[in-house]
T-cell receptor
């Protein structure tokens, strides 16, 4: 079993829809929870991160972490065609450096 | 440059050949990471450098893979006796020095990757 599980999709939604992406994990030592966005033939770019449990909001994006369930989510409001990309959840332990463990990635397409 | 650069962008080689992949991190970033991303998968950690030394090479799959960072800036990932299973996108990332015990994530900035194809 992988440390981080993520549904690969693909997920297709109409423009303006609310998108929900999620991951589960098994390693209780993870304390940093990140969401990266990756466009085709590009490197991943960090969208947002959360330390430990809780919610974090940044514009149209909201990240949620439930450590008791080992479950994290990313919500995208008012989705736009430019949001079409692969979304990778990622996690790491605390410490002097942060080796990151990624999920498989969910491919999202927002239809105009 | 402003971001992490990687060369070449594409590399096609034959089984059994030797390849070198180069990463030029963001200026001032002391931490450098190599990841491998196979088709339909997320990036998989290979090795981490803090300065010139490899602080964690636990992700290197076998002794055919080796990486160096002799001057603490540019890094080269070297693969000997390439196999078809080595075909993937090799990503490099850099960040500021890691913190300890604080709720702050030192963002890893990724390059565009080198797409390696072993025929």
């Amino acid at each position: 079993q992988k440390e981080v599980e993520q549904d690969p999709g693909p997920l297709s939604v109409p423009e303006g829809a609310i998108v929900s992406l999620n991951c589960t994990y098994s390693n209780s030592a993870f304390q940093y929870f990140m969401w990266y966005r990756q466009y085709s033939r590009k490197g991943p770019e960090l969208l947002m991160y959360t330390y430990s449990s809780g919610n974090k909001e940044d514009g149209r994006f909201t990240a949620q972490v439930d450590k008791s369930s080992k479950y994290i989510s990313l919500f995208i409001r008012d989705s736009q065609p430019s949001d079409s990309a692969t979304y990778l959840c990622a996690m790491s332990r605390p410490g002097g450096y942060q080796k990151v463990t990624f999920g498989t990635g969910t491919k999202l397409q927002v239809i105009p | 440059g402003a971001g992490v650069s990687q060369t070449p962008s594409n590399k096609v080689t034959e089984k059994g050949k030797y390849v070198e992949l180069r990463c030029d991190p963001i200026s001032g970033h002391t931490a450098l990471y190599w990841y491998r991303q196979s088709l339909g998968q997320g990036p998989e950690f290979l090795i981490y450098f803090q300065g010139t030394g490899a602080a964690d090479d636990s992700g290197l799959p076998n002794d055919r893979f080796f990486a160096v960072r002799p001057e603490g800036s540019v890094s080269t990932l070297k693969i000997q006796r390439t196999e078809r299973g080595d075909s993937a996108v090799y990503l490099c990332a850099s960040s500021l020095e890691g913190t300890s015990g604080r709720p702050y994530y030192n963002e890893q900035f990724f390059g565009p990757g080198t797409r390696l194809t072993v025929l």
